[in-house]
């Protein structure tokens, strides 16, 4: 690394530090407390008084009753059981609909279910607009008599964009259709109440709020139809066999009631940081665009295009400072995918081969943004010194160059 010797951590969407409280949280149940919370003796028994606990925790942060709270080892585990779950309750119905834009926990299960049942599974992708919007029309349109489940993401991963989930619940609800959405990124960054809702499944991923990896929670609403996706012993009342991860199930609970406190003033400051950084990039650097509707957003991400050159290469650069961010690219095979995001909103391959995401959490500070915001531009410009495309597009100096994908 060049002259700092810290990590300046941007990439909260992909996992975020584990909170100190929810560590302390979570100590005494690796070491003293380690009974079985099924256990029928005492010292289990607090184990398992501690898990209620902590249960209690997560239904506050939505507006949830406990029992409809059931822990999983993670947010793609509370995906797929809510999926198949709605799929079982309605067999006779055969059709999904969902959106372009998911992460791959919903995406590649229905691809997924696609492919295992000899394409018997219908599935509607529903389209969005260059800010990664959706059509409610066309979502009504998409709804059939068929329809078994909806799975819609409450906010996208990638540009914080924010689907009015609630709306297209009610709508499901009022056609008989399940309601499933993948709230990964939203929980814990934007209020949430399950209590006024007619969304029937939620999801929920630890690492995303400052808990420990490998821990998620699934909400189901009261006496929606479930079906377990882990069969085995009768742990969360049957509805999720195995033996709990207790010391994660704790410290997801602390996270939650973190969170909660936090919701007002650090998701404020959050934002406050998010607009500063944003903005600097955008007016200091020439050919930036910002991905995703502007108001309709989390409060701590923000994805920029600079145009004509490539992520990875920026990823590299900023990995020299220390600074961790993440591109909208995937590198498959040797070559380098514009993520299915970027290119469902219609983002040109120039700009969304040069996307670069950048999402803050509570832990971030404005000395950190500034920082970021001092070594971005003189990055930028490094690169588009050495980019065919920008020296094409900006000194005239055209010699042949295409974009790799087009
Ligand atoms: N859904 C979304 C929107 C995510 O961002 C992620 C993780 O990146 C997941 C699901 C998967 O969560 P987990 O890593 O806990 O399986």
Redesign the pocket.
Known sequence: MVGTPRVVYMDN???TRVDPEVVAAMLPYFSDLYGNPSSMHTFGGQVGRKIAAAREQVAALIGAESEEIIFT???????STAILSALQAYPEKRHIVTTRV?????KHLCEHLDRLTGHKHRVTRLPVDRDGLLDLNQYEAALSDDTAVVSV?????ETGVIFPVEEMARIAKSRGILFHT????AVGKIPINMADSAIDFL?I????LHAP????ALYVRKRVPFAPMVVGGHQEQGRRGGTENVCSIIGLGQACELAQARMEDENGRVRQLRDRLEEGLLSKIPNAIRNGHREQRLPNTTNISFEFIEGESILLHLDQYGICASSGSACTSGSLEPSHVLRAMGVPYTAAHGSVRLSLSVFNTEEEVDFVLDKMPGIIAKLREMSPFWQSSHKGAVGGANCPCE
């Open positions: 969407n992909a996992t080892s993670c947010g793609t585990e509370s995906d998911e992460h791959p926990a919903v993401m409450w906010a996208n991963n993948d709230a990964v990124q999801s991923s630890g690492h995303k990896k490998g821990v998620g």
